[in-house]
């Protein structure tokens, strides 16, 4: 057999890891916030979304120079902007996901399942900013995600929810994630990239919490100390940090692109499964039957979009 199959092969098995990896991530992305939202109360979930993400890409971006020391090296224009591009991107979807999460009617396995329709979003951005005509599986599965976002979280009373639009929207924004990943890491060094995407969107998330005027009554000594002393947080903070950043990002901007962005649109819908399987083991999610027909719904539309229309090599 030939040295690409082999690569691809790798390819899938590496990416199948960042989904597991992910998949603890969104679980983290709830107790870690749930932790500050302990000492802060629930009426500053924005504030709290955006300080949890700028505490846990501060840390990444001091972690990665120790673990993967040639993330400092080859700094060029390119990989330095790549990497700004790339972090913004990863910034708004995050910023979108973990605001969704702090909703009460939001649980980490429908998040997660809504988030998935980045398969869906994918193709489509790819024609607006590629010219990439979306097969028949695309727009075969554009109703099916339709249905499966409305009734993930029961009957919709008045339209979906606040907080399955944020998710949707972190969604569009890992779609554009997924095609600008498949473009800047064909160039450049892959490493510095990622150095670069982690720190990036330390500064964005620090900035967004900055922007509060309500933030800086936040920081004061015994609010800080009470965050300090949280076992939860930090050790959402710390897994979120190193693994399902810097860890995760590495392998994804370095073995994503031995794939098509459609292949690796398809699979990242494995990332709901594993996030509801340890929700429901971790945080006793409830597995209800619109929770299986939605989740259902929005895996046919992510199959559909992959391999409906598909031309046979």
């Known amino acids: 057999m030939s040295e690409v199959p082999k690569r691809e092969r790798l390819a899938v098995a590496v990416l199948l890891l960042v989904c597991l990896i992910w998949a603890g991530a969104f679980v983290a992305l709830e107790t870690g916030p749930a932790a500050l939202r302990a000492v802060w109360g629930d009426e500053r979930d924005y504030e709290i979304s955006t300080f ?21 090296r080859h700094i060029s224009r390119f990989n330095v902007g790549a990497g700004a591009l790339l972090g913004f991107t990863f910034g708004v979807h995050l910023l979108l996901q973990v605001i969704g999460l702090a909703y009460a009617d939001m649980q980490p396995g429908q998040a997660a399942f809504l988030v998935a329709l980045f398969v869906v979003f994918a193709p489509l951005f790819g024609l607006v900013f590629q010219g990439r005509k979306p097969r028949l599986g695309v727009l075969v599965g554009i109703p099916l995600a339709v249905a499966g976002a409305a009734f993930i979280g029961g009957p919709p009373q008045t339209g979906l929810s606040v907080a399955a639009w944020l998710n949707i929207g972190a969604a569009a924004a890992y779609g554009v994630q997924i095609l600008l990943t498949d473009q800047v890491t064909r160039k450049g060094d892959t490493t510095s990239q990622t150095f670069w995407m982690i720190s990036s969107c330390a500064a964005m998330c620090g900035l967004a919490f900055a922007a509060s005027p309500r933030s800086w009554d936040m920081l004061n000594a015994g609010d800080l100390a009470a965050i300090g002393a949280s076992f939860d947080f930090w050790l959402a903070e710390i897994y979120l940090a190193l693994v399902s950043s810097v ?39 409830e597995v209800t039957p619109w929770l299986v027909f939605g989740a259902a719904m929005i895996l046919l539309a992510n199959l559909s979009a992959e391999f409906i229309g598909r031309r046979k090599s």
């Open 247 to 285: 860890i995760a990002l590495a392998l994804l901007n370095a073995w994503q692109k031995e794939v098509s962005p459609n292949h690796a649109a398809i699979i990242f819908t494995m990332t709901p499964v594993f996030t509801t399987v340890l929700s429901v083991l971790l945080v006793g999610e």
């Open 52 to 72: 949890f993400l700028a505490v846990r890409f501060g840390l990444a971006a001091l972690f990665m120079p120790l673990i993967l020391p040639r993330s400092l």
